[in-house]
């Protein structure tokens, strides 16, 4: 009934990666800078949703379930650098922790 | 009906957008929020049901959860909770209420023309999802435990007060 092109949904996929990828390199707040690197990680699982429904195979949605435990496990670890980083230079900007030694 | 494909993905997109560029922690979240919920609409459009099932209580559950934790906890960009309450102004809600809306309407939309089962033909099944994912990927499935324990301990190390990571001896 819904045929949606592949085409297209790897095109949003992309277009939600360049976003995010933007963020990325723009925003100087640890906080934005996480969320954009969801967005990424979010904009990948969409294309491979998208191509195992092209070709009708579950490897698609396996690969998004393993992208989903990554991101769980990834947003935990950056969140508790955040915490420790609020901690030690009392700022969120990533600008101000480029020193090296700590 | 690829209308609704489009609709969701200029929900996302501009989803997203406000997301990078806004200055407030907590509104770019809901944003966020609205993006994950128009990609899980995607996925629902796609015949993916469990994978947009998993999008919203995983990401949209579980990990904004964790953000907003950190974000009430740090409080950033010094905007004091209290006095006027946010909702009143409908500046700070009315952005993300009205594209959830729009996604509201599309979900409404899809499940009163192709049902409450799958919308478009279900090419994979979540039987042939769990039986695929406990045969040749369960090797994948142990690593994936392996890194949410290493996740979770890694938080739990990192996390800890300044004060009793010094009497370990190790260099934090």
């Keep these: 009934m819904i045929s949606v092109p592949t085409t297209q949904v790897m095109l949003l996929a992309g277009v939600l990666f360049v976003l995010g990828l933007l963020g990325v390199m723009v925003r100087r707040n640890i906080i934005f800078l996480l969320l954009s690197l969801e967005i990424m990680l979010n904009s990948a699982a969409l294309a491979f949703v998208a191509v195992g429904f092209h070709w009708g195979r579950p490897d698609g949605q396996i690969m998004f379930l393993f992208i989903l435990a990554m991101a769980a496990a990834e947003v935990s670890v950056g969140l508790a650098l955040v915490l420790q980083l609020h901690q030690r230079i009392h700022t969120l900007d990533v600008d101000q922790a480029s020193r090296l030694r700590g | ?172």
């Design chain 2, 1 to 172: 009906m690829n209308l609704l494909f489009y609709i969701t993905a200029g929900v996302a997109v501009i989803a997203t957008l406000r997301v990078v560029t806004h200055s407030n922690a907590v509104h770019a979240l809901l944003y966020l929020i609205v993006s994950l919920l128009a990609v899980a609409l995607i996925f629902f459009l796609l015949g993916a049901p469990f994978a947009a099932a998993l999008e919203i209580i995983i990401y949209a559950g579980a990990i904004m959860v964790l953000f907003v934790f950190v974000i009430m906890m740090l409080n950033p960009g010094g905007q004091s909770i209290g006095g006027r309450t946010p909702l009143r102004r409908p500046g700070t809600w009315l952005g993300p209420a009205l594209l959830a809306v729009i996604l509201l309407a599309e979900l409404t939309v899809v499940l009163a023309v192709g049902g409450v089962t799958a919308p478009s033909r279900e090419q994979v099944g979540t039987i042939a999802l769990g039986q695929t994912l406990f045969g040749p990927y369960v090797l994948g499935v142990e690593l994936a435990s392996v890194l949410l324990m290493a996740g979770l301990v890694g938080a739990y190390h990192l996390a800890r007060p300044e004060e009793t990571s010094t009497d370990e001896g190790g260099k934090p």
